[in-house]
């Protein structure tokens, strides 16, 4: 919605706000296009990929709605961090010395561990998977793409837990294959009846991110304490399955606030308790960023190793970020989407740096005055030769003129077409144009 020069492309740009897309947020936590298509099935598609489908309204309808998939996608974790993290776990390189500032708690076994797995030479056994709190499931996503990098990976699910309808559809739309793996409510899993259902294998990884409604910032940060009846404490539901199915490996992923200080003697009691379980556990605070996504998420990860299996596990480095927002952005957005008039003015008031040029103008910031001011613009730029003049030269004249842009958008008000007089003439047409063309571009 906002009208800005460009004296580098000689050119006068509108900009239209908008939030994003369903897409947009799935393409920032990782989710590949392909697999994004199927989560975002028609009620028909959807009842042809799942036969059981019992989807609402018309068949060409989403199968899940908008409102729904932005709610999983925020629930979600980023896949290309789970991805290096299995990397790290399955094909470890060999450690680097660790720096003395790195994150780590480990118990007294950590100068005897190995460097590399002790089943390291097992690697080519089809692992073992299972999920709790798993939404649509980006863990399992994140083992596809592992397997993208490497092709002798193999992988298989054999339990996974939410009690979430929406994605619980949304997981039988993408994994379709273990919809008879779900387990529900983790509070009334039968665990012995899962170890059983194993028939001798192990689970190679158990993956938990206990909600965190309880110990985010944007939350009541009522905790994690266990006997508590919050939600963030149905983390110690996990010791249950860990005691009867004995992993060898774990990952609790949870937002930054669980090493907060406020919670992180509730955070050391789970570790302690994993400990008694023979566990060694480390963990660190990953940021998506430095893996690959541009988006700024930072989340405590935390890996914990049955001591027979454990070694010198170090989390994925940092790389450099070449993927930008803009790459993941739509071409084509629907008017959904963009923010209406009176959004717009909102935000441009709490944004100042942003409306400086209708600020400047004393104009609205409308989506009509944009066009307005667009059109004054290249009006005047054109009959002065104002792209040839620089930067300064434009502003200390548009400046003396400011008064009279205003009083002629009060002309334009009353009637667009008035202003087709000499100086001004040809104003509407161009405007109509403008205004044309930005309904196109969006």
Known sequence: MITKLNFIDRTIKSYAIRKLTPKECFRLMGVRDNVIGTMQSSNAQAAERLPDWKGKGKPEDMAISASQQYKQAGNSIVVDVLAHIYEQLFYP???KPRPGEQLTLFDDLEDSLPALPPTAANKNEEKIFLTTFSGYDSQLMAADVLKQWHPDFRWTCKGWSDIDKYACQMHNLVFPQFADCALGDITKIDWHEVKSSLQGREVDLFTYSSPCQDISQAGKQMGLQEGSDTRSALLWRVADAVEVLRPKYLLQENV?????????PDFQKWLDKLSSLGYVSRWARLNAKNYGVPQNRDRVFCLSMRRDVAFDYQFPEPF????????VLEEEVSDRYFLKDDAVSKFLKANDSDNALFLQFDLPPTHEAAMFLKTVLQIF????????????WNERELSYHRPAIARLYEKFKEN???LDVEYWRGFYKMYKWNLERQKDAN
């Open 93 to 95: 390189a060999p450690p």
């Open 256 to 264: 930054a606030a669980l090493v907060s200080q406020k919670f992180m």
């Open 320 to 327: 450099e970020l070449l993927t930008r927002l803009e790459d």
């Open 381 to 392: 730029m054109e009959r002065h030769d104002g792209w040839d003049k620089g930067i300064e």
């Open 416 to 418: 667009p077409k008035k």
